[in-house]
């Protein structure tokens, strides 16, 4: 985590990390006893960035630099500083690193505790930290001329030639420990390096990025090395994050199946088992909910992800004995489910008094009908029981959690143990229009009737909700209102994308282009590099989306949303099982002609094409591939 100055100061953020704990924190350079001026800072990767300072070898030679010194930054633990020389004549330049790390956790840092840098011993060509914590050392190449531990500090002589360059690298690493590899560097990755191009000269960058990030991300399981899933983002959460890992695998279903083979078979392995009333259950934190409220429970939206995840994956390709393997965990899944309901109508919030929540019982509503399709598929039985239910919700649902208004009305956020309504709007409602994707291309139905899909349409695409830059929180007249609230008004990518895909998907075309068009412009002041969420300030003639100082970048969901938001505009609905691909494209083509190539479907490349009159056409597909009008 770095400054756009490049110099590691030891405040804030800064520093290199490794399982959340911070192993240096400063990191500062001076070359002939002045700090480079610095000139530009860029990520060149989601693991990399690259800082490029200037300085004069002289006072007397004049205004202008000529010594660069160039920083690369990489993730795992390495800085190479390139001095490159422009002066006429041989330079001699002593340079001093100074270094230093508390050895703190991520939290203590968050939280301002961190306390002082420890003391540093001389070792291997670098120094050493230790403490009760751990221990952390940097090492250099070529070996430092002179290492003052004291001071943190180790010392080159280094000869220029005239256009002449010197490189020093330095090695961040944990005793015991080997060098990081990223898992998304090796040759396993299980993203498919899906392309996009076309009239948007943005998509390009966007895609790319953001498969960037999701590599950037992914994580092995030590005991299953076949096994990868992503981790939640960084800095804040680089670990294991169950809904949000489910969420982001879900909507990479066009680039394989294999992220959400390996995530499933990762989870499978935490369900809770045996007797009680959380056997089946995945477990996972709570999460803030918000100003109206309490906390809600992850696991629970992780447990009605996984079959849902399942049965999506066996329509995008994924082979049938992996499905048969990971059967039984979305069973148990499915009957935590049933039992959770009993003989009421919904799911009760897990908190004993807690709220039943809106987007549970789409999540609910979601995971039975597709979990339905996925037993009935293996000959397994509940299926009936689960439809069954469903239809019952939706019934049940369609009265008790619509408010009439003046304004045509709107879905309740949650219904409270006493009956009364929570009526605030925010975005957790998009998950109504989340229905899921069952055979022959058709999607599941939803909780809301026609009606009532129409007025949430209107209520999402409308001022208070969408900020110009996706979707807010919480709509901009709402009490407890915060643009930069995690969920009380700040813009989550996640979501803003799920509201894309919904309302396409419901034909409600012109809010999703808006919406859509809006995540678009934020992710190019952004680099493409697009984090979990920003501000939801309102877009005016010359603005910029604020970025949020929690927020995670890169982020799982938030990279993973940009593959929905592109995919969508070409409206793929494959059938794997059945060998048919449907393609419902948004028709206004809000961006003009996209061509995506490199996608999965039934386990083989596909491509396709969106015309600029919202027509699409398949380029490439796995033999055998049937269109299905």
């Known amino acids: 985590m770095s400054t756009d ?11 290199f990390y490794r399982a959340g704990r911070r192993m240096l924190s400063r990191c500062q350079i001076r070359v002939a006893g002045r700090e480079p001026l610095a000139v ?10 690259r800082f490029v300072g200037t300085l004069r070898s002289s006072p007397q030679a004049g205004p202008d630099p000529d010594v660069v010194v160039e920083r690369t930054r990489h993730a795992d633990g390495t800085e190479r500083i390139t001095l490159h020389s422009a002066a006429a004549r041989p330079l001699r330049l002593p340079v001093e690193v100074a270094l230093g790390t508390d050895l703190a956790d991520l939290g203590a ?20 930290w230790s403490s009760a914590k751990g ?18 500090l180790l010392r080159w002589e280094l000869v220029l030639p005239p256009g002449g360059s010197a490189t020093i690298e330095l090695r961040v690493r944990t005793d015991g420990a080997g ?10 990755s299980p993203l498919a390096p899906a392309r996009a191009a076309g009239d948007d000269p943005g998509v390009e960058a966007l895609l790319r990025t953001s498969i960037e990030d999701l590599q950037a991300l992914l994580l092995r399981d030590p005991a299953h090395p076949s ?12 670990g294991l994050a169950p809904a949000e890992a489910l969420a982001a695998a879900r909507m990479t279903l066009p680039l394989g199946t294999r992220l959400a083979a390996g995530t499933l078979r990762t989870l499978a392995r935490t369900q809770l088992r045996g007797q009680g009333p959380q056997s089946g259950m995945i477990p996972a934190p709570m999460r803030d909910a918000g100003t109206h409220l309490p906390p809600g429970c992850t696991g629970t939206e992780a447990t009605l992800l996984f079959p849902a995840l399942l049965a999506e994956a066996r329509r995008w390709g994924l082979p049938e004995p992996e499905i048969e393997e990971l059967l039984p965990a979305a069973e148990r899944c499915l009957t ?11 799911l009760p919030d897990l908190q004993p008094g807690g709220p039943v929540r809106c987007e549970t019982q789409a999540h609910a509503h979601r995971a039975a009908l597709l979990g339905a399709d996925l037993l009935d598929a293996f000959g397994r039985p509940g299926g009936a029981e689960l439809r069954q239910w469903a239809g019952a919700l939706r019934q049940a649902f369609r009265a008790d959690f619509w408010i009439d208004d003046l304004g045509g009305g709107r879905p309740a956020a949650a219904r409270a143990p006493d009956g009364r309504l929570v009526p605030h709007l925010g975005a957790a409602a998009v998950h109504l229009l989340d229905t899921g994707l069952l055979g022959g291309g058709e999607q599941a139905p939803g909780l809301l009737d026609r009606v009532q899909t129409e007025q949430l ?3 999402l695409g409308g001022p208070a909700m969408d900020s110009g830059w996706g979707l807010r929180g919480l709509g901009v007249k709402e009490a407890g209102h915060n643009p930069f609230g995690h969920r009380s008004g700040a813009v989550r990518v996640h979501e803003t994308a799920v509201a894309v895909a919904g309302l396409a998907t419901a034909d409600y075309e012109k809010e999703a282009s808006a919406l859509l068009r809006g995540v678009l412009a934020a992710a190019a002041v952004f680099g493409h590099r697009l984090p979990d969420m920003y501000a939801g300030e309102r877009r005016t003639d010359g603005s910029a989306p604020l970025p949020h100082p929690a927020a995670c970048r890169p982020a799982a969901t938030a990279a993973a949303a940009a593959v929905v938001l592109l995919t969508t505009l070409a409206g793929i609905r494959p059938d794997a099982p059945a060998g048919t691909v449907t393609l419902r494209p948004v028709r206004s083509a809000p961006l003009g002609e996209i061509v995506l190539t490199g996608l999965r479907v039934a386990g083989a490349p596909f491509s396709v094409r969106v015309s600029r009159l919202g027509l699409a056409m398949v380029e490439e597909a796995a033999d055998g591939l049937q269109l299905r009008a």
């Not at 100055?5 to 520093?15: A, E, I, M, N, Y």
């Not at 968050?110 to 003391?119: D, K, M, V, Y």
């Not at 096994?227 to 804040?236: Q, R, S, V």
Request: charged share 15%; glycine share 14%; hydrophobic share 40%.
């Open 40 to 49: 530009q800072a860029r990520m060149t990767g989601a693991d990399r960035a």
């Open 336 to 346: 935590w489910l049933r039992t959770s309901v009993g003989d009421g109508t919904y």
């Open 457 to 459: 349409a209107r209520l």
């Open 227 to 238: 096994d990868i899933h992503l981790a939640a983002g960084a800095p804040w959460r680089c």
């Open 109 to 128: 840092i968050a939280s301002g505790t961190a306390g002082p840098e420890l003391p540093a011993t001389v070792h291997d060509c670098g120094l050493r």
């Open 135 to 152: 221990t952390s050392a940097v090492t250099a190449a070529p070996p430092p001329a002179d290492a003052l531990a004291s001071a943190g």
């Open 5 to 15: 100055q490049g110099q590691l100061t030891g405040r804030g953020l800064d520093g």
């Open 179 to 188: 060098p990081v590899r990223a898992v998304g560097r090796a040759a396993t």
